[in-house]
Every structure is written in structure tokens, then in C-alpha cells.
């Protein structure tokens, strides 16, 4: 089992940035897949951002589309998001789930994924 750990949440004002970091200390991420959702309260989880490892693409959501930048540092073993012009609608829990590279990317759907990290809190508020 892929155990996954989210961090860099945090309470921030609106316009300013966060960088959240998804790590494995007991496995390598480059073998798994990333995606990262965010579930703010009384709401399902919703999609930010999906690395499709089948055609090397990164989807973004529309809401976070030109604000927010997924990268790897595989030496590491770490997937960033890095969330730039913060709103307050981006207030919710990050979570950064992953599957295995042998499996075809199947969307950026919570569900695609098999293993989820604990989550981080992001708050955007003034």
C-alpha cells in the first residue's frame, strides 16, 4: 500500500501562494501516477489537477487553470502543487491520490485513484 503524506497548507490572504508537497517515504512516486483533489466543506471531492502519465499532459481544472503548476522533483521523491493568486473559493482539503504507471490513465476522477494521502488544509481568507 502507497502510503502518501500532503503538507504545506496553511491560512494565507487572498492573492498570495501556497506550494503543497505530496511525498511517500516508503515508496517511489515515479512508478505511481498523481492527482490532486480538494474538498471543501459540505462538497464532494473535486478534481485541481491530474498528471496523465499515459500521454505525458497535465490536466488542470477550469477554476485553477493559469494559477496553479503541478511539478516533480523525483530525486525527492515529491509532486508539488504550487497554487499562485489564491481565492477564497480555494479554501478546502488537498489531497494528492495516486495508481500505479502500469495502469492506462483513467481521468482525473477521484475514483481513479488508489491511494490517498491524509489531506492538508488550505484557507484563503482576508
Known amino acids: 500500500q502507497v502510503q502518501l503524506v500532503e503538507s504545506g497548507g496553511g491560512l494565507v490572504q487572498p492573492g498570495r501562494s501556497l506550494r503543497l508537497s505530496c511525498t511517500s517515504s516508503?515508496?517511489?512516486?515515479?512508478?505511481?501516477?498523481i492527482g490532486w483533489f480538494r474538498q471543501a466543506p459540505g462538497k464532494g471531492r473535486e478534481a485541481v489537477s491530474c498528471?496523465?502519465?499515459?500521454?505525458?499532459?497535465?490536466y488542470y481544472d477550469d477554476s485553477v487553470k493559469g494559477r496553479f503548476t503541478v511539478s516533480v522533483d523525483n530525486a525527492k521523491n515529491t509532486v508539488y502543487l504550487q497554487m499562485n493568486n489564491l481565492k477564497p473559493e480555494d479554501t478546502a482539503v488537498y489531497y494528492c491520490?495516486?495508481?500505479?504507471?502500469?495502469?492506462?490513465?483513467?481521468?482525473?476522477?477521484?475514483?481513479?485513484?488508489?491511494?490517498w494521502g491524509q489531506g492538508t488544509q488550505v484557507t484563503v481568507s482576508s
Open positions: 491520490g495516486a495508481h500505479p504507471k502500469t495502469v492506462p490513465f483513467r481521468g482525473c476522477v477521484w475514483n481513479s485513484y488508489d491511494w
Open positions: 516508503r515508496w517511489t512516486l515515479d512508478r505511481h501516477t
Open positions: 498528471i496523465n502519465h499515459s500521454d505525458g499532459t497535465t
